[in-house]
């Protein structure tokens, strides 16, 4: 499993755009890249999943570049309800039905009013 | 979406008894569900993989005699805590995915778990 870093917390004010940015140097042919938010005292839910270039949903947007080293989360106008914790992983799409997911610090999202 | 349905939300006991935590996936089978626990201010962190049938994988460090997993069908998995010390306090989380291929992980709404 491609091992994933990214930064430990981030601030960010209502209505402003938050791009949180994941580093996976190992990411092999057949990974594909999740992004999950956990809110205070509940199972993290899915946000997004992408392989390659540009994936956008009606939550957020991912970046990919073409070296799929990195991936970007990003999210329009975030609100007050966006705080949680964000974390992003990598895995292969072959073996993701039964492959254990193993969690980073992941990205502890402030958002203030 | 899929559903996946843990009880209880929350749990006190006293030490030394045993919880049973259930994870339900509502509306769709799975071959394998995870077990995770998570202290506050940190990540999830993976106890065991449960298998359909066949006996749970658990992470290194893990002691399958105190965290107890069966997954008797496509459905249902547990976890149980036995003789619970005031260290196990947690918050217990359960996945589980779809059959289907190219699908996220759904994750059950937590059990917070107090041992006093």
Same mark, same amino acid.
């Given at each position: 499993?491609?091992?994933?870093?990214?930064?430990?917390?981030?601030?960010? &004010?209502?209505?402003?755009? !938050?791009?949180?940015?994941?580093?996976?140097?190992?990411?092999?042919?057949?990974? &594909?890249?999740?992004w999950y938010q956990q809110f205070p005292s509940q199972g993290p839910r899915?946000?997004?999943?992408?392989?390659?270039? *540009? !994936?956008?949903?009606? @939550?957020?947007?991912?970046?990919?570049?073409?070296?799929?080293? #990195?991936?970007?989360?990003?999210?329009?106008?975030?609100?007050?309800?966006?705080?949680?914790? &964000? &974390? +992003?992983?990598?895995?292969?799409?072959?073996?993701?039905?039964?492959? /254990?997911?193993?969690?980073?610090?992941?990205?502890?999202?402030?958002?203030?009013? | 979406?899929? @559903? !996946?349905?843990?009880?209880?939300?929350?749990?006190? +006991? /006293?030490?030394?008894?045993?919880?049973?935590?259930? +994870?339900?996936?509502?509306?769709?089978?799975?071959?394998?569900?995870?077990?995770?626990?998570?202290?506050? /201010?940190?990540?999830?962190?993976?106890?065991?993989?449960?298998?359909?049938?066949? /006996?749970?994988?658990?992470?290194?460090? @893990?002691?399958?005699? *105190?965290?107890?997993?069966?997954?008797?069908?496509?459905?249902?998995?547990?976890?149980?805590?036995? #003789?619970?010390?005031?260290?196990? #306090?947690?918050?217990?989380? +359960?996945?589980?995915?779809?059959?289907?291929?190219?699908?996220?992980?759904?994750?059950?709404?937590?059990?917070?778990?107090? @041992?006093?």
């Amino acid at each position: 499993l491609a091992k994933t870093t990214q930064p430990i917390s981030m601030d960010s &004010y209502e209505g402003q755009e !938050v791009n949180i940015t994941c580093s996976h140097n190992n990411i092999a042919t057949n990974d &594909y890249i999740t992004w999950y938010q956990q809110f205070p005292s509940q199972g993290p839910r899915f946000i997004i999943q992408g392989y390659k270039t *540009k !994936v956008t949903n009606e @939550v957020a947007s991912l970046f990919i570049p073409a070296d799929r080293k #990195s991936s970007t989360l990003s999210l329009p106008r975030v609100s007050l309800s966006d705080t949680a914790v &964000y &974390y +992003c992983l990598v895995g292969d799409i072959r073996t993701y039905n039964t492959d /254990k997911l193993i969690f980073g610090t992941g990205t502890r999202l402030q958002v203030f009013p | 979406g899929a @559903v !996946v349905s843990q009880h209880p939300s929350r749990v006190i +006991c /006293k030490s030394g008894t045993s919880v049973k935590i259930e +994870c339900r996936s509502l509306d769709f089978q799975a071959t394998t569900m995870f077990w995770y626990r998570q202290f506050p /201010k940190q990540s999830l962190m993976l106890m065991a993989t449960s298998n359909e049938g066949s /006996k749970a994988t658990y992470e290194q460090g @893990v002691e399958k005699d *105190k965290f107890l997993i069966n997954h008797a069908s496509l459905t249902l998995s547990t976890l149980t805590v036995t #003789s619970a010390h005031p260290e196990d #306090s947690s918050f217990y989380i +359960c996945s589980a995915r779809a059959t289907a291929i190219n699908t996220e992980a759904f994750f059950g709404q937590g059990t917070r778990l107090t @041992v006093v």
